[in-house]
C-alpha cells in the first residue's frame, strides 16, 4: 500500500466514522444504558488488543456479557452461557460494534481491515504472515464476512478453541494476508455494503 493509498484509506475512515457517529450516538447511549443495567456495570466493555504495528490499544464495545468464575476464555460460542438477554440481541444486529467507530475516529482502527485480536495471537505472527500488522485493524474485512457466523460453528465444536487455534484462525490469517497484497479502495467500498446489507 502506497503513501498515497494510506491516505485515502485514513481520511475515509475519518469522514465516515465522524459521520455515522453524528447519526447514531443516540443508539450507542440506549444499549450502554440498557448494558449497564443488565450487567449491573460500565457499559462499555474495554479490552486491550493488537493494532498497528503490533501495538497495543484499548477496543471498545456495548458489553454483552457477565462476567464468570467458571468460563474465562477468549472464545465465544452462540450458546454462551456469559450472554445477556440484550447481549443476544446487540451481537445480533451488530450494535455491539458500534462503539469501535470511535476507535476508527481516533486512529486506532480502519473501517475495513483484519479484525484486532486479542494478545497471543496476532503478536505471534512471523515471517511474511506478520505484514498484517502494517494495517490497520478494521471493524470489518474479508475474515469477517467469512465467519459473520463463527460463533455458531465454534459452538457445534467439541473443543471450540482448539478449532479456533487450527482452523479458522490460520485461514483468517491467510485471507488477510491476501487482503494486504490485493488492497485496494474499491474493494473496501465492497466490503462495507456487503457488512451493512447483510
Not at 85 to 101: A, C, H, V, W
Request: hydrophobic share 40%; proline share 5%.
Amino acid at each position: 500500500m502506497t503513501s498515497r493509498q494510506r491516505l485515502l484509506k485514513r481520511s475515509f475512515d475519518i469522514i465516515v466514522s465522524a459521520i455515522a457517529l453524528t447519526c447514531l450516538w443516540w443508539i450507542i447511549l440506549i444499549a450502554f444504558i440498557i448494558a449497564a443495567i443488565e450487567t449491573r456495570g460500565n457499559g462499555f466493555f474495554v479490552q486491550t488488543r493488537v493494532g498497528l504495528n503490533g501495538q497495543l490499544f484499548s477496543l471498545f464495545k456495548i458489553k454483552t456479557m457477565r462476567p464468570s468464575a467458571t468460563h474465562m476464555t477468549t472464545i465465544t460460542t452462540s450458546n454462551d452461557p456469559r450472554v445477556t438477554f440484550s447481549g443476544r440481541f446487540f451481537r445480533r444486529t451488530k450494535i455491539d460494534e458500534l462503539p469501535q467507530l470511535f476507535n476508527v475516529l481516533i486512529g486506532d482502527m480502519s473501517l475495513v481491515g483484519p479484525r484486532p485480536d486479542v494478545i497471543g495471537y496476532a503478536d505471534r505472527l512471523q515471517g511474511i504472515d506478520s505484514r498484517i500488522l502494517m494495517l490497520r485493524p478494521g471493524i470489518t474485512g474479508p475474515a469477517t464476512l467469512k465467519y459473520k457466523n463463527e460463533e455458531m460453528l465454534l459452538a457445534a465444536q467439541k473443543d471450540p478453541k482448539r478449532y479456533n487455534d487450527e482452523i479458522i484462525w490460520p485461514d483468517k490469517v491467510r485471507i488477510n494476508g491476501n487482503y494486504f497484497d490485493t488492497w485496494s479502495f474499491q474493494q473496501d467500498l465492497i466490503y462495507l455494503w456487503r457488512t451493512i446489507s447483510s
